[in-house]
């Protein structure tokens, strides 16, 4: 059973939700970024997707990797894909070629 400050709890975060999210629609006159924030969201997907692969091809369960890993060596081969041709699909391809046979075939 769900205790009453547990449904407390989700309530106010749906309410707070619901308002910031629908606070730009409340205002009767357009809104529009200052030119340094829109600048900046032009990085947020390189900055999100560093933040997500990064600590995965670097760490094992929480600890630095010590020594060549199968992830490195799948990451290593992506970034040259992607010099080379500048195509997000053959950087993962590339990336996954190399990481699978070391990961599945020698048990990196």
């Not at 009767?28 to 600048?39: C, G, K, N, V, Y």
């Not at 799948?74 to 195509?87: C, E, H, M, S």
């Not at 997000?88 to 070391?102: E, N, Q, R, S």
């Amino acid at each position: 059973m769900t205790d009453l400050w547990t449904v407390a709890v989700i309530v106010g975060l749906a309410a707070v939700t619901v308002v910031a999210r629908s606070f730009f629609f409340l205002s009767s006159r357009p809104w529009s970024l200052p030119r340094w924030a829109e600048r900046g969201l032009q990085y947020a997907p390189i900055a999100a997707l560093s933040a997500v692969v990064v600590p995965e091809v670097v760490t094992l369960q929480g600890q630095l990797v010590h020594g060549w890993d199968a992830r490195i060596f799948g990451a290593i081969a992506g970034a040259v894909a992607f010099y080379w041709r500048r195509n997000v699909l053959v950087t993962i391809v590339a990336g996954m070629a190399v990481y699978v046979p070391l990961h599945l075939g020698l048990g990196w």
